[in-house]
């Protein structure tokens, strides 16, 4: 974690109040870096930045043939979702396909992020349920897998067929083995790599189409999945959602838990890994932005884009108090 | 911002997931420093933190005594409470005995923060008042500032009696001119100083009782009335409310905003100042009481330092993932 290049800056009044450093890499289709800040060789855990290698064995093993999922059903394997109606109904869909329920889900339960269903849950005195989980169409993408290796229910062991298979795919793409895991919010293994591992599985992604071997063709799938139903990635309001609806070319975003993000820019052959080094989505974003910006993909001008690039901080009673930027030298 | 020093590691399985730097100081009553984190010349915006300072002027100009403030309301003014119905009921009347409602609060309204009675005010479909924000009970001091004052109503108006009061107390106890200032979370000014002004600061209250003047006499009766009524000052749960109760010897601690934290540890003759540079609260929360158990004023092994020194991180299904730890060197 040493070497970490200023990202991100919190400015309140005339003073820079806090500020996060972190790493980020943009890499081609041949897993070259063609930038990069902080240190590539940094290893990490890219959290739910990796779903959409953890979805590929989903797609290459036939199971998302067999069980006849479309792209709603591969976005949502790939988000972390907000737990808002379209997504907690359409997981429990999926599920009920599978002839199953909330309680096969080995994520636990976690209150909806939606607000309005978060009250009503709360007025109706309902409890939050697995489905509401963030991670239920990874689980349900899982559980699909399973399914169809007819392997047991217990598909978040690290020994288990389906978290091989993950692991076998993320090495794959990365380009390098795995120095191990950490277990994730969801209980699921959560497979680390370099930044520049990171980078280049999503340089290898964004070069997929151009491919026409059984794990290109699925990543193109995922990718697609992902840029076709952005509001099923994460949600309304959120960064990977109103980013990839703000670009005039199709591009898939994913954020990560303790300040990481993705990008995979199909149109340029790149792919981005960005790691706030203290774990902060604020700063993530904040770069994940600039960077987009910088290789033109996105607007500054943006209303959505500006949201996260450069938002005003506004206290309790509505006042401008701040804003966050990027640091100097990652937008240009 | 510079030179920022690790403060607080976030493990999960084997890995470094995260890692915070920041500044910390320790000062003794002369405004010496007995050790340092990091740089201590670092202009930051204390936030919160500073309450106990922006208090000053309520008890030294005779206002307190004038309304007849007791040690609770004391507690209050240097407060960021949770909302709970303790912390609202007695602002209420307080404000109720000034002869004023919830809409003289110049702060805005927030949400409580204490999980009951925001699931009831939900369920009753009432919205969050001025008194339910984290810093009503400093708005009430100012009022009653103000009104001793027979200033105006705006009394967050940087040039009001109230701030200029609050920033001749805020620079005599820091012993320096304050830089300039940033508009708080709740609209007030909050000035900033150095790392090493804000420690010198907290090592002249920890001291206040060693002497006779006004000033002095004041800060013991702000300092008492924060670690006689813990509860007030934060609230259930919190790190203040929960780390002040954990030490055998009355100390006062204070969070705020974007990483801060200071101790005021009048048995000891010292004070603290911590900011974590990215804003952290977790950190500073892991900071703060690393050095309380490194002065041997925790324990660590109390379940209460143990919450914020090493905390389990826990997932959605209550599998516990990793910790929090304090950076190597600042314990010990």
């Known amino acids: 974690m040493t070497q970490a290049a200023p990202l991100a800056e919190?400015?309140?009044?005339p003073f820079l109040e806090s500020v996060h450093a972190g790493h980020a890499v943009i890499c081609d289709g041949t897993g070259q870096i063609v930038s990069a800040?902080?240190?590539?060789?940094?290893?990490?855990?890219p959290r739910s930045s990796s779903k959409m290698l953890q979805a590929l064995p989903l797609v290459t093993s036939g199971a998302a043939d067999t069980a006849g999922l479309g792209a709603e059903h591969l976005a949502l394997a790939c988000a972390s979702h907000q737990g808002a109606p379209r997504h907690v109904?359409?997981?429990?869909?999926?599920?009920?396909?599978?002839?199953?329920?909330?309680?096969?889900?080995?994520?636990?339960?976690?209150?909806?992020?939606?607000?309005?269903?978060?009250?009503d849950m709360i007025r109706a005195?309902?409890?939050?349920c697995r489905v509401h989980n963030n991670c239920s169409g990874k689980h349900a993408g899982f559980l699909t897998l399973a399914h169809h290796l007819e392997a047991g229910p217990d598909y978040v062991a690290p020994d288990h067929p389906v978290q091989t298979a993950c692991r076998d795919a993320f090495e794959t793409v990365t380009g390098m083995d795995s120095p191990g895991f950490g277990i994730d919010g969801c209980s699921a293994p959560n497979f680390a790599t370099t930044m520049h591992g990171m980078a280049r599985a999503m340089g290898w992604f964004a070069t997929a189409g151009q491919r026409s071997d059984r794990l290109s063709k699925a990543a193109t799938r995922l990718t697609e999945a992902m840029y076709t139903h952005p509001d099923l990635v994460a949600g309304d309001g959120r960064?990977?959602?109103?980013?990839m609806?703000?670009?005039?070319?199709?591009?898939a975003l994913k954020t990560g838990a303790e300040g990481y993000f993705i990008a995979i820019l199909p149109r340029h052959g790149l792919g981005i890994a960005v790691?706030?080094?203290?774990?902060?989505?604020?700063?993530?974003?904040?770069a994940i932005a600039a960077l987009l910006v910088r290789l033109k993909v996105l607007h500054p001008a943006h209303p959505d884009v500006a949201a996260f690039l450069n938002p005003a901080i506004v206290n309790w009673d509505g006042l401008v108090t701040g804003e966050i930027k990027p640091a100097p030298g990652l937008m240009a």
Do not use: F, H, M, Y
């Not at 960064?239 to 980013?243: E, F, N, S, V």
């Open 245 to 251: 609806r703000a670009s005039q070319n199709p591009i």
């Open 89 to 119: 109904d359409r997981v429990n869909q999926w599920l009920s396909d599978l002839g199953l329920t909330d309680n096969a889900l080995q994520c636990g339960p976690q209150e909806s992020r939606d607000a309005d269903l978060r009250i």
């Open 275 to 286: 790691k706030a080094a203290d774990g902060a989505t604020r700063a993530a974003e904040c």
């Open 37 to 45: 800040w902080g240190n590539p060789d940094a290893v990490v855990l």
């Open 239 to 243: 960064a990977c959602t109103r980013l």
């Open 125 to 128: 005195k309902k409890s939050p």
């Open 10 to 13: 919190i400015w309140r009044g």
